[in-house]
T-cell receptor, first 111, second 111 residues
Framework: IAGITQAPTSQILAAGRRMTLRCTQD?????MYWYRQDLGLGLRLIHY???????GKGEVPDGYSVSRANTDDFPLTLASAVPSQTSVYFC??????????FGQGTRLTVV | GNSVTQMEGPVTLSEEAFLTINCTYT??????LFWYVQYPGEGLQLLLK?????DKGSNKGFEATYRKETTSFHLEKGSVQVSDSAVYFC??????????FGTGTQLKVEL
């Protein structure tokens, strides 16, 4: 089934550890995004990529990094996790002036 | 920059009641407008969209009209069901492929 796959589904992570959230899409969409969802704050954009080889900072990029080596994959890395990064993370992709498609999310708890 | 403002929740309605969730936006140019729905434990799914002024998006009994003169995209449904209980997000897509979301409105429908 075409769409976006995120992994892991959930994770409990010790503070200070490094973690990479994976995101893969098979729709050949150029644009990909990472959002975090927190109660009362909606979805906030962390990083985005308009096409393979390029990335940009969103609203809340600090503490996160991304790469876009190819069209399909857009991993999000937390270099040294902190408790404030406890959140639900959603990856999305978009092909042109159409709607975005979302993954099922990764629930991350930093303790 | 672009922004989306939607009414705060939770909104609690009885089954078969009329629903309105207000959404207004600020954007340059002519953005596309979307309503997404998030059921418990799931990612966001597109509910409906409108790409130009006066367009009406509709799906599953929900409707929203793109009103450029009032910069609004209010979501309506004539008769809600328990199964409509979810969080609803208004969003816009402006230049550069970026999506901007509102903070979400939780809808609870009771028997």
């Amino acid at each position: 089934i075409a769409g976006i796959t995120q992994a892991p589904t959930s994770q409990i992570l010790a503070a200070g550890r490094r973690m990479t959230l994976r995101c893969t899409q098979d729709m050949r969409h150029n644009a990909m995004y990472w959002y975090r969802q927190d109660l009362g704050l909606g979805l906030r954009l962390i990083h985005y990529s308009n096409t393979a080889g390029t990335t940009g900072k969103g609203e809340v990029p600090d503490g996160y990094s991304v790469s876009r080596a190819n069209t399909d994959d857009f991993p999000l890395t937390l270099a040294s996790a902190v408790p404030s990064q406890t959140s639900v993370y959603f990856c999305a992709s978009k092909g042109g002036p159409t709607e975005a498609f979302f993954g099922q999310g990764t629930r991350l708890t930093v303790v | 920059g672009n922004s989306v403002t939607q009414m705060e929740g939770p909104v609690t309605l009885s089954e078969e009641a009329f629903l309105t969730i207000n959404c207004t936006y600020t954007a340059t140019g002519y953005p596309s407008l979307f309503w997404y729905v998030q059921y418990p434990g799931e990612g966001l799914q597109l509910l409906l969209k409108a790409t130009k002024a006066d367009d009406k998006g509709s799906n599953k009994g929900f409707e929203a009209t793109y009103r450029k003169e009032t910069t609004s995209f209010h979501l309506e449904k004539g008769s809600v069901q328990v199964s409509d209980s979810a969080v609803y997000f208004c969003a816009l897509s402006g230049g550069g492929n970026k999506l901007t979301f509102g903070t979400g409105t939780q809808l609870k429908v009771e028997l």
